[in-house]
């Protein structure tokens, strides 16, 4: 009795050539016959598992919402109550007129460049404590972070970062803060 063999046909991921490998060769590295690329040689329909996906759960994406929306306020009375002493708070008139709100644009330049140092660096706990004191600050913040992406001169740390690498930083930055 003759045992009926089956292939597996795919295309090579490197210059797209069909190829067909025998069903043990599933699951395993080959060579491309065209190109002597190594390949992988996938397993043939009927082993492979599949897995499917969990449906989303709207209701737990709502709570999520939710709790990240509370867990930015509770940051922001949080960084309020943290000003320092002789500071004048958001509501009180300062004597020297926009110098306090230039001051605190000066630390918020600060701590987005030190938010893009430490990402340059893979220290991604300390940028993301950043990130949550630069959110905290509202349409202010968003807009120093907008106007921060279109400069070109930055911390001098970041000088050898690649620009798309900077603007992928940006990118994740500002989508922490929330639609509106």
């Known amino acids: ?103 605190k644009t000066e630390g918020l330049t600060d701590m987005v460049q030190k938010y893009l140092v430490h990402m340059s660096r893979g220290e991604l706990e300390d940028a993301e404590a950043l990130s949550k004191r630069i959110v905290v600050g509202g349409n202010k913040s968003l807009k120093t972070v907008e106007q921060l992406a279109m400069q070109d001169s930055l911390n001098p740390q970041l000088a050898k970062v690649p620009p798309n690498v900077l603007a992928g930083f940006f990118k994740r930055l500002l989508a922490q803060f929330p639609k509106q």
């Open 1 to 103: 009795m003759k045992v009926n063999k089956m292939t597996i046909v795919f295309h090579c991921e490197h210059c797209g050539k069909k190829v067909s490998a025998p069903d043990e060769a599933g699951g395993k590295r080959g060579k491309c016959p065209r190109c002597n690329q190594h390949v992988f040689v996938p397993l043939p329909k009927d082993q492979a598992d599949e897995i499917p996906l969990t449906p989303v759960d709207l209701a737990e994406e709502e709570r999520r919402k939710k709790l990240r929306q509370e867990e930015l306020k509770l940051l922001q009375h949080l960084q309020e109550d943290q000003e320092a002493p002789g500071t004048p708070s958001k509501d009180q008139a300062h004597p020297q007129g926009n110098s306090y709100e230039f001051a």
